[in-house]
């Protein structure tokens, strides 16, 4: 008798997990969903706030052109 309550509670024990991990499983695309812009799938954004100040300094040199010799 005392194994047949042990089988039963390890039952409902394991699925207590799987019904855990299956509804964490579910909720998960749902927060993806609700992200911060709302974008649908295939929509671009752009970000017209981007610094467009030069990555280079004037005085820095100048470009010289070279030629590959074997």
């Not at 039952?11 to 207590?16: A, D, E, S, T």
């Not at 100040?53 to 100048?62: A, L, Q, R, T």
């Amino acid at each position: 008798m005392r194994d047949i309550i042990w089988t039963v509670i390890m039952i409902w024990v394991v699925w207590k997990v799987y019904d855990t991990f299956k509804s964490m499983s579910k909720t998960k695309p749902q927060r993806a969903n609700q992200s911060r812009y709302h974008q649908q799938e295939g929509e671009v954004k752009i970000d017209r706030n981007v610094n467009l100040k030069s990555h280079f300094n004037p005085d820095d040199g100048e470009y010289v052109d070279y030629e590959e010799v074997n």
